[in-house]
């Protein structure tokens, strides 16, 4: 079965220091990929997406992700996060019928002063 | 544009009553769908719908009708609901298909006593 799965539930980190969120698909084939992030209180927006072409994709306020293809990932990555970075994460994948996304459970990240 | 926009932003419903949960969109997108986000679950798609008249049944579409009679509105009925439909209720539309970019709507907040 098709799956997406992120690794990380819970995340809490200092102000600077670096994330990683990591997201796993089970599924070959071409896929489209996207991180979005949720906000408290605020509904899905998109931080990033890789359809083709260069494997590191950079998205707004400094995050960034890499897929790799060999190891089926396709991991969030921010070098200093900020206070304002609190906030659920979802990365999603399309699905090999191309007429849905399938999203991961979510990481929940608390950045503390 | 107002983007995606759902209401209401809040209800609570019996158990066995019925509501339909508004979806509008002002983007001239095709493609509509409709998530529920459960915690530790992330999202699931419901029902999608790639233009109107068309339709089609997601992840967890038991409980659940759609229709879709114009491109702007992707109305939600819920014919008897059920505290398990307790949710969070995203509408999402996209320009060029559901594994695109999607738009968020802010969400209906559904309790099923």
């Known amino acids: 079965a098709q799956s997406v799965s992120q690794h990380n539930h819970h995340v809490i980190l200092s102000e600077a220091a670096s994330l990683e969120l990591g997201c796993n698909y089970s599924?070959?084939?071409?896929?489209?990929l996207f991180w979005y992030v949720q906000y408290p209180g605020q509904h899905l927006q998109l931080l990033l997406k890789?359809?083709?072409?260069?494997?590191l994709v950079k998205g707004i306020k400094g995050f960034e992700a890499e897929f790799i293809k060999s190891k089926f990932s396709f991991n969030l990555r921010k070098p200093s996060v900020q206070w304002s970075d609190t906030a659920e994460y979802f990365c999603?994948?399309?699905?090999?019928?191309?007429?849905?996304?399938?999203f991961g459970k979510g990481t929940s990240l608390l950045v503390t002063p | 544009n107002a983007g995606v926009t759902q209401t209401p932003k809040f209800q609570v419903l019996k158990t066995g009553q019925s509501m339909t949960l508004q979806c509008a969109q002002d983007m001239n997108h095709e493609y509509m769908s409709w998530y529920r986000q459960d915690p530790g679950m992330g999202l699931r798609l419901i029902h999608y719908?790639?233009?109107?008249?068309?339709?089609d049944q997601g992840e967890v579409p038991n409980g659940y009708n759609v229709s879709r009679s114009t491109t702007e509105d992707f109305p939600l009925r819920l014919l008897s609901a059920a505290p398990s439909q307790t949710s969070v209720y995203f509408c999402?539309?996209?320009?060029?298909?559901?594994?695109?970019?999607?738009?968020f709507g802010p969400g209906t907040r559904l309790t099923v006593l």
């Open positions: 599924y070959g084939g071409t896929v489209n």
């Open positions: 999402a539309s996209s320009l060029q298909g559901l594994s695109d970019t999607q738009y």
């Open positions: 890789y359809f083709s072409g260069d494997p």
């Open positions: 719908s790639v233009g109107a008249g068309i339709t």
């Open positions: 999603a994948v399309r699905s090999n019928s191309g007429y849905a996304l399938n």
